[in-house]
């Protein structure tokens, strides 16, 4: 079977081979492209099914680049590239077509995560396999289970999809809330028009909630610098998925309720009247009746959403879909990490026994990691045990631009140290002559300079020590390796 082809678009020659050298390694065919000009002329040379790209680039930006790709070739995926993550970044990037976008300096696992359910979001349209739910529930969207309560959910989720009506969807995090969302969604995904749009309540500030989902007039308020459509709009005839909808502040709720019922709003600083027909499906990890007698959660909103509720249990009670589980994320990893790693019977115990705080997502994370330190042909119970007690198992996300508070800088950490390292050897190699080592790595002399003062790399002070180091054991600086 042929590696998928993979086109990597940066102007930033280090960062585009630490892509390469990631991507390589899972068995990925990778080609590099300086700038956005390039990268449509080999676009238009050869076959990819995938492009990454940065966003800030001389000549067609990441932004102009995705339009471009999404007007020739729609249905090849893109993900954006940027160092300053942002909501706007996020949103004007969906809007446009990409289909996700990653923080600068890139998480290998997020990269690889994002990749493959890209991958597998593409197979499963390729084959049809959104066009029915299966009648034994195991694998529908990777919503796996076999269970009574997972019986119950797939029931639902055919009656959604066959409806209309609101979908109020809620769970404790880590559940699968966005999978049924997207299960819902295939129904009406075969028109080419509609779209599925994400919304995370959580991640909007409460002074810019209105204004994300409705849009807002030019003046409306200092930094509206022109009119700017709503996410209800960008959804018009389509679907809206509004996460963590308990998140959104009590005096929006009531703009909210109001385009439900009657389908119309108004921009933020707009007396227009605009109509959308939008169907919506909420997702929310609170518990929305305790937040009606708390008085922060609207009773009649709750209602409106709460046409079609589902309820996804939480993995520890339907422990008995775990080995299904199991089963699905090996056979997930294995195909990336290219390796046959089983799981021994000690091991998938321990799991039957364990209580998932984290539910499927720390499930997941457990299999990932065990796969990739595995000793063995199989993963033994002793090492699924030291990753419990040691606390390294995260219950977080596993793809998106999301960073832990205490491993982000230990990441940025080990980065900066490959960069250094790799300029170094591109030093070393050219006898630290900083021309031909600019040459060497097709970027500018200057721009080598920022770049070494920046990792802190003194030419001449390296120079000499390790001239010194050749005095005193006869060897040569140049060609240690």
């Known amino acids: 079977m042929d590696k998928p082809s993979i086109l990597v678009v940066d102007d930033e020659k280090i960062t585009a081979f630490y892509l390469k050298d990631i991507l390589a390694a899972a068995n990925y065919d990778v080609h590099l492209a300086q700038n956005g000009e390039e990268a449509l002329e080999q676009l238009g040379r050869r076959r990819f099914e995938l492009v990454i790209t940065d966003l800030v680039m001389p000549g067609i930006d990441g932004f102009a680049l995705v339009r471009r790709v999404k007007q020739t070739q729609p249905g090849l995926p893109v993900f954006i590239l940027t160092a300053h993550g942002s909501y706007d970044v996020a949103r004007k990037a969906q809007v446009i077509g990409a289909d996700d976008y990653l923080l600068k300096p890139v998480n290998p696992d997020q990269l690889h995560a994002a990749l493959a359910k890209t991958f597998e979001k593409g197979a499963r349209a390729k084959t049809g396999a959104l066009a029915k739910l ?10 796996i289970g076999t269970s009574e309560p997972m019986e119950e959910v797939f029931r639902l989720i055919e009656k959604a999809r066959h409806s209309r009506g609101t979908v109020l969807i809620s769970g404790e995090s880590g559940t699968g809330k966005e999978l049924v969302a997207r299960a819902i969604f295939s129904a009406e995904a075969a028109a080419p028009t509609h779209s599925f749009v994400i919304v995370n309540c959580c991640a909007i500030s409460d002074g810019l909630i209105e204004s994300e989902l409705f849009g807002h007039a030019k003046g409306a308020f200092s930094g509206a610098v022109a009119d700017r459509e709503g996410l209800f709009e960008v959804a018009d005839g389509s679907t809206l998925f509004l996460d963590e909808i308990g998140d959104i502040p009590l005096r929006s709720q009531t703009k909210l309720l109001r385009v439900l019922q009657e389908g119309e709003f108004r921009r933020v600083g707009e007396n227009k009247v605009r109509h959308v027909n939008v ?7 609170r ?20 046409v079609i509720p589902i309820r996804l249990p939480p993995l520890r009670d339907r422990i008995e879909d775990v ?3 199991v089963r699905h994320f090996l056979a997930k990893h294995q195909k990336r990490n290219a390796s046959k790693v089983g799981m021994g019977d000690g091991a998938l115990e321990l799991l039957m026994q364990y209580g998932f705080p984290g539910n499927i997502r720390e499930l997941e994370n457990i299999l990932q990691r065990a796969i990739s330190f595995a000793k063995g042909p199989f993963i033994a119970r002793s090492e699924v045990e030291a990753y419990l ?8 996300p596993l793809s998106g631009p999301v960073f832990d508070k205490e491993t982000y800088p230990a990441l940025k950490s080990h980065l900066r140290k490959v960069e250094r390292d790799f300029v170094l050897a591109r030093l070393q190699a050219c006898e630290w002559n900083v021309s031909d080592a600019a040459k060497a790595m097709e970027i500018t002399r200057t721009a080598l300079h920022n770049k070494m003062k920046k990792l802190g790399i003194n030419s001449r002070e390296l120079r000499k020590s390790g001239a010194d180091a050749d005095q005193r054991d006869g060897s040569s600086l140049v060609g240690k390796g």
């Open 134 to 143: 299966p009648i034994d529930g195991q694998a529908t969207h990777n919503i």
């Open 279 to 285: 169907r919506v499906i909420a997702a929310t990890n």
């Open 323 to 325: 080995p299904l589980l």
């Open 389 to 396: 007690k040691s606390g390294t198992i995260s219950a977080g």
């Open 287 to 306: 518990n929305l009746e305790e937040g009606i007698k708390s008085g922060h959660f609207r009773e009649d909103l709750y209602y409106r959403l709460n």
